[in-house]
């Protein structure tokens, strides 16, 4: 199973770490952080030596409730992080975090890889023909809504089948504009309560149904610290936990803020199945 970026071949039948970069002052872990250009840059230096395939560029935070952020603003935001990182990695592999197709074109066009929608393309209905028209690959995540609404909108006939179907209706309008390489999110703590949440970490498995790559993110999410009582800071060894059953029940992709715990998770499981 691979993906072309940039035409790069990735395999992801060996699974790979996807690190974050939030660029936004109100991220729920990491939010505010990274400021300068050396820190922007000292972090990417550290997630790609740690073993990282992909760096996740985010200017939205998607948190529940965060503030709405304008298109140009976020543009503003995230398009000289682009071209800093560019120059300084210029083979790094740069994932997008974004909904909005113009955001999309533009950071592709100054020479980022991929693209990480948290909404399947529902929040634009540019983005769908846009991705297929940049013949990049298109990460497509499970969610209702919108940050500000998603979760009041955890009511489910069947979760797990909900989702699936879901998937299926995305990836067939995907498929018809052409879109070649699609990965597929559940999208953890998105639409989805404590429960909901384990809930479909428990069944993963059956989303291999649907031949794509699955991408996991559950990194220092509610979903751990509230079942544990504890902050997010806290949160290091319950995300690898949980990093380690998405990865038994078949994630190709990890995305996390903490890679070289994540590279250790996946050098571990790969050792079982040698």
């Keep these: 199973m ?58 939205y935070s998607s948190r529940p409730n965060a503030e709405d952020v304008s298109e140009d603003d976020e543009l503003k ?8 990182i560019l120059k300084e990695f210029p083979e790094v592999l740069l994932s997008i975090d974004t909904f909005r197709s113009k955001v999309a074109k533009q950071c592709i066009e100054a020479g980022a890889a991929l693209i990480n929608d948290i909404s399947a393309g529902k929040l634009d209905d540019n983005m769908l023909p846009t991705i297929a028209n940049l013949h990049v690959p298109y990460i497509m995540m499970h969610m209702r809504g919108n940050p500000k609404t998603m979760q009041q909108l955890t009511n489910y006939d069947s979760l797990v089948k909900d989702v699936l179907y879901y998937f299926s209706k995305r990836i ?7 879109i070649v390489d699609i990965i597929i999110d559940p999208g953890f703590g998105f639409a989805k309560n404590l429960e909901q949440n384990y809930e479909i970490l428990n069944h993963l498995e059956l989303f291999k149904m649907l031949e794509k790559p699955i ?19 806290e949160a290091l060894n319950g995300t690898s ?13 990890l995305r996390v803020h903490d890679v070289k715990e ?3 998770c996946i050098k571990l499981i790969e050792s079982l199945n040698a």
Aim: proline fraction near 3%; charged fraction near 20%.
């Design 172 to 178: 067939a309008a995907a498929k018809d504009l052409g």
């Design 241 to 253: 936990v949980l990093n380690t059953v998405a990865l038994q029940k078949g994630a190709s992709i």
């Design 77 to 84: 935001r995230i398009l000289p992080i682009v071209k800093l």
């Design 215 to 233: 991408l996991a993110g559950v990194s220092r999410k509610s979903m751990i610290y509230n079942k544990l009582d504890i902050t997010a800071k």
């Design 262 to 264: 994540a590279m250790e």
């Design 2 to 59: 691979t993906i072309n970026c940039k035409g790069e071949l990735i395999d992801l039948s060996s699974p790979k770490v996807m690190g974050i970069l939030n660029i936004t002052p109100d991220s729920f872990y990491d939010g505010g952080i990274y400021k300068s250009d050396y820190e922007i840059i000292t972090q990417v230096n550290k997630m790609l030596n740690e073993g990282a395939t992909f760096i996740d560029v985010g200017a």
